[in-house]
């Protein structure tokens, strides 16, 4: 699978809220873009990662 | 020859730019020249813009917006007064670029935040002490309109939420994300990118403290996101946020959307 452009290996199948717990998102402050279509928050239990999958994810932090 | 002087066209006898000035005004006045101010005579040509300015006296109004416009390009003039931009968020971001964006005379500007002024604001945002107390819609739209009189700005006074950002945002060009709060600026980035489909947005993320100005660059992480901080420093316990850093990457803001407006996609 592709993480903002990298090629990771997906260790096994696993929705995008668990790959997004493992690698340590904090998902309120982070936008989501699978396959160049933005991720709903509310779906993120529902889309399971393949490796055909390319995600770019967009980390805020504070400030303004 | 015709040229446009002032806002106007006429017809002038001269043939370069101080025998205009000599014809129109007085040897002292300022002249610029296609968006660049002259000290030596430069032959003028057809379809030329001209503006002479005298020194401390008070153009008339039909002549001050193309006098507060004569260091553009005339074309950038043009494509920045049809420009429609929505700023989320009036803080140290948002009430700068705001401030930038009436400067090179963006046509309509809508300005967003629920909040009022409090004294922990003026630290770096464009507010005064007698603002305290006024919401920052109110407030900034007060500065704007003594800057520049001749563009649109609608303000809304509501906190910017998931269920109104088409409401807020679909009738604008460009959208920028100016707010303080991390999930906030997540919410608005993801909502406005899945509902406003031909919406560009230019946000915020990291600009905090007083580490190198350096590290503060605009990115495009996204197709339609444009992102501008050093994307690592939050302001948090101890991480404050102060005025050159924040207007550093207001500035980098109002420059991605300046270019949109022009046409320029890439960083």
Not at chain 2, 72 to 101: D, Y
Not at chain 2, 106 to 130: A, C, K, M, T, W
Not at chain 2, 146 to 165: C, D, G, L, S
């Amino acid at each position: 699978m592709k993480l903002n452009g990298q090629i990771i290996a997906l260790e096994q199948e696993q929705t995008l809220a668990a790959f997004l717990a493992a690698q340590q998102y904090d998902i309120r402050c982070i936008a989501v873009e699978r396959n160049g279509v933005i991720a709903p928050k509310a779906e993120y239990e529902n889309i399971w990662l393949t490796d055909e999958d390319s995600l770019e994810i967009v980390r805020f932090v504070g400030g303004g | 020859m015709q040229i446009e002087i002032n806002g106007k066209k006429q017809i002038i006898a001269g043939k370069t730019a101080f025998e205009a000035r000599a014809e129109l005004g007085h040897e002292t006045d300022i002249v610029i020249l296609n968006g660049f101010q002259i000290d030596r005579d430069c032959p003028l040509a057809e379809s030329d813009t001209l503006t002479i300015i005298r020194k401390g006296v008070m153009p008339a109004q039909e002549e001050l917006e193309s006098m507060m416009m004569a260091r553009h390009t005339p074309e950038v003039h043009k494509k920045l007064k049809q420009g429609r931009v929505a700023i989320a968020g009036l803080g140290g971001l948002g009430s700068n670029i705001a401030v930038m964006l009436t400067r090179i005379g963006v046509g309509h500007l809508l300005l967003v935040d629920f909040d009022i002024v409090e004294p922990s604001n003026l630290n770096r945002q464009s507010y005064y002490i007698r603002h305290l107390g006024m919401p920052k819609t109110q407030a900034l739209k007060e500065q704007l309109q003594e800057i520049n009189p001749f563009i649109q700005i609608e303000t809304r006074t509501v906190r910017v939420e998931e269920h109104n950002v088409t409401e807020l945002f679909s009738t604008y060009d460009i959208l920028c994300e100016a707010f303080d709060k991390p999930d906030a600026k997540a919410m608005l980035v993801s909502t406005g990118l899945a509902k406003l489909p031909e919406v560009k947005i230019v946000a915020a993320s990291g600009m905090a403290g007083f580490a190198s100005s350096n590290l503060i660059r605009t990115s495009k992480p996204l197709e339609r996101l444009y992102l501008c901080g050093d994307l690592e420093n939050g302001a948090g316990i101890g991480t404050g946020l102060m005025a050159p850093r924040v207007q550093i990457c207001a500035g980098h803001q109002a420059n991605m959307i300046l270019r949109l407006l022009i046409g320029r996609e890439d960083i």
